[in-house]
């Protein structure tokens, strides 16, 4: 069974960058398609990023597409997301999680089967 932990979230001011990262434990981190999601304070948890088991294919919710990088080292049992040019609006839990599912269906959290337990991400004005 994998087990997904994050770190590298914290406080940062606005214009600010963080990379976020999910270490995974077990051998078949591979194997699994991987997304992150966000849920802000109030709000339901959103679709952020996804890449493929391959590390080929990857898609961003649109407003962060310019702006955060998803990728992973399979070597490693690692998946990252690079952060640049942070708002305020970016402040929320961040999860990864992970999926042995189709990747047609990445952008659905329904489609994941296992979840980090989050780390917070507080970007200042």
């Known amino acids: 069974q994998v087990q997904l932990v994050e770190s590298g979230g914290g406080l940062v001011q606005s214009g600010g960058s963080l990379r976020l990262s999910c270490a995974a434990s077990?051998?078949?981190?591979?194997?699994?398609?991987m997304a992150w999601f966000r849920q802000a304070p109030g709000k339901e948890r959103e679709f952020v990023a996804a890449?493929?088991?391959?590390?080929?294919?990857?898609d961003y919710e649109d407003s962060v597409k310019d702006q955060f990088t998803i990728s992973r080292d399979n070597a490693k049992s690692t998946l990252y997301l690079q952060m640049n040019s942070l708002k305020p609006e970016d402040t929320a839990v961040y999860y990864c999680?992970?999926?042995?599912?189709?990747?047609?269906?990445?952008?659905?959290?329904?489609?994941?089967?296992?979840w980090g337990q989050g780390t917070q991400v507080t970007v200042s004005s």
């Open positions: 077990g051998r078949t981190f591979r194997f699994f398609h």
């Open positions: 999680a992970a999926s042995a599912r189709d990747f047609v269906a990445r952008r659905s959290d329904l489609q994941y089967d296992l």
């Open positions: 890449i493929d088991w391959r590390g080929s294919s990857t």
